[in-house]
């Protein structure tokens, strides 16, 4: 079968965020002390912020590892399996961290983006919850359909 660009498109632009997040995650310490010097919110808040950006940082690199994972089957061509759903619940399980974890920044400083990462976080947690549902029964009625011949 052929590869669909889009498809491929796609796993190449994951592989590169995964890669890119991890970069960052080693680089946080560093770009938080630039960053300290133009805004005294960073400077006075160095090691609370720290701690949260490398938490939601690490679970970020998670969903999109899983994200990886879930893209072998779709280029193998065999998505419906049941390491998917795993990985559905568990970038489910990330998302709803990463939205607690960033909820709690709200008591240092609320920002609009603030808000906005702790929404987009939490609709996405319960999309790959809802997602991880429909893609389990799917894999119910694959393995019923291949035992029926």
């Known amino acids: 079968m052929r590869k669909d660009r889009l498809t491929v498109f796609t796993k190449i632009?994951?592989?590169?965020?995964?890669?890119g997040c991890?970069?960052?995650?080693?680089?946080?310490?560093?770009?938080?002390?630039?960053?300290?010097?133009?805004?005294s919110y960073f400077a006075d808040n160095y090691w609370p912020l720290l701690l949260?950006?490398?938490v939601t940082g690490v679970f970020a690199a998670l969903i999109i590892y899983e994200l990886r994972r879930m893209f072998r089957t779709v280029l193998?061509?065999?998505c419906f399996v049941e390491a998917n759903v795993?990985?559905?619940?568990?970038?489910?399980t990330y998302s709803f961290i990463i939205s607690a974890?960033?909820?709690?920044?709200?008591?240092?400083?609320?920002t609009p983006a603030v808000l906005v990462v702790v929404l987009v976080f939490l609709i996405a947690g319960l999309f790959s919850k809802?997602?991880?549902?429909?893609?389990?029964?799917?894999?119910h009625y694959k393995l019923e359909n291949d035992l029926t011949i």
Do not use: E, H
């Open 13 to 19: 632009f994951v592989d590169v965020m995964f890669w």
């Open 130 to 139: 809802v997602l991880a549902q429909v893609f389990d029964r799917a894999v």
């Open 101 to 110: 974890v960033t909820a709690c920044r709200l008591f240092l400083y609320l």
């Open 76 to 78: 193998q061509d065999d």
């Open 52 to 54: 949260m950006f490398y």
């Open 22 to 39: 991890v970069a960052a995650l080693l680089a946080l310490p560093v770009i938080m002390k630039i960053y300290g010097r133009y805004n």
């Open 86 to 92: 795993v990985s559905l619940k568990r970038m489910g």
